[in-house]
């Protein structure tokens, strides 16, 4: 069974946040994941593994985090682990939204490695 590690609460970026900001932002914080939003709608994930594994001087501070956004895969803060490993593999992500009852995104479970 892979571990899964939840991050709460997880910070929210703009979409057009320069990656460079992004990284940066997430560095001083001390999180890994942060959702991307637009308009007040969670719009995907980003981490910043990954972020810094695609940095390239030249064009990443012009490049919004939208970009590398991961899509939205969301499951409640009741489902056992067990259902979020199997939902994970299902939908090929490594990062899913964690939503309280309201639907409001509350936290990001991912896999670690």
Known sequence: ????????PAPTLDHQTDTFDAIEELIL???EHAFVEKDGQILGIVCLDN???KYEPANISETKIAYYAEPLTIISEY???SQVGSLMRE?????????????DCMGIAALKH
Request: proline share 3%; hydrophobic share 40%.
């Open 51 to 53: 972020l810094l594994e």
């Open 29 to 31: 914080i001390g999180q």
């Open 1 to 8: 069974m892979p571990i899964i590690e939840i991050t709460l």
């Open 91 to 103: 939908n090929n992500a490594e990062h899913i939204a964690v939503t309280k009852r309201t639907g």
């Open 79 to 81: 489902q056992n682990k």
